[in-house]
């Protein structure tokens, strides 16, 4: 296994999903780069990265999920690498993405989650990548804090939400989740980016109907 390892190394090199230099999947100048979300700026309730004051995403809805946080806004190099990883099956990205995901959490909300689950991707989207980008992500999760991942929610077919705008995103993912339990009382529900927070928002919406106390929601990036 190693040497065949070797030999796809030697002929497909590992590049930076930031800036294609090779070595690392993300190398450190790209790392540092990453246009983090500062939580001192960001809104408490749905994480909007300068909704600290007022939250234009916050102020006339009510969320399902308790909190919400972003490791960085969807902007280069974190948008790269978050393309490539779900749609250019990249798939070692999902545990580096997961882990600088992680670091968020434990930083924001250390020792809170008792539990991991995620968005699923819809079937015609695991047979198209062959694989959950969503599930990759939150298995490094948590595996970091140390905490089970809980395959929890089971998702119906829908429309792909980027091509649609925020009410049509509202109505796709309207009732397309259900979950079953057992499950903790305490869930940390991630995803790779919120866009308008209706999937995730649905999502947390099935896993309380399941019998969650509270949901908090993780996502790589956040889109405007």
């Known amino acids: 296994m190693k040497l065949l390892e070797g030999l796809a190394e030697l002929i497909f090199p590992t590049q930076c999903a930031g800036c294609e230099m090779p070595g690392a999947l993300l190398c450190e100048t790209c790392r540092e780069a990453l246009p983090r979300v500062t939580a001192e700026l960001a809104c408490p309730r749905c994480g909007a990265p300068y909704g600290a004051l007022v939250c ?7 969320w399902a999920f308790e909190a919400a946080l972003s490791l960085g806004e969807f902007e280069a190099p974190l948008a790269r690498a978050v393309v490539l990883h779900k749609d250019a099956a990249e798939q070692r990205l999902g545990a580096v993405l997961g882990s600088l995901l992680a670091e ?7 020792g809170w989650s008792e539990a991991v689950a995620f968005v699923p991707a819809t079937r015609a989207a695991i047979r198209k990548r062959g694989f959950d980008h969503g599930k990759a992500i939150a298995s490094e999760v948590a595996r970091v804090l140390d905490v089970p ?6 998702r119906a077919a829908a429309r792909d939400q980027r091509a ?40 947390a919406s099935a896993l309380l109907a399941a019998g969650v106390q509270n949901v908090r929601c993780a996502s790589v990036a956040r889109a405007w």
Do not use: H, K, M, Y
Not at 104 to 110: C, G, I, S, T
Not at 170 to 191: E, K, M, Q, T, Y
């Open 164 to 203: 649609l705008g925020r009410e049509e995103r509202a109505r796709n993912v309207a009732g397309s989740f259900s979950a079953a339990g057992p499950i903790p009382a305490r869930v940390l529900l991630c995803d790779d980016v919120f866009t308008t927070g209706a999937t995730l928002d649905a999502a």
């Open 149 to 154: 991942l809980v395959e929890a929610l089971e």
């Open 56 to 62: 234009t995403e916050c102020w006339n809805r009510e």
């Open 104 to 110: 968020q959490v434990v930083l924001r909300w250390p």
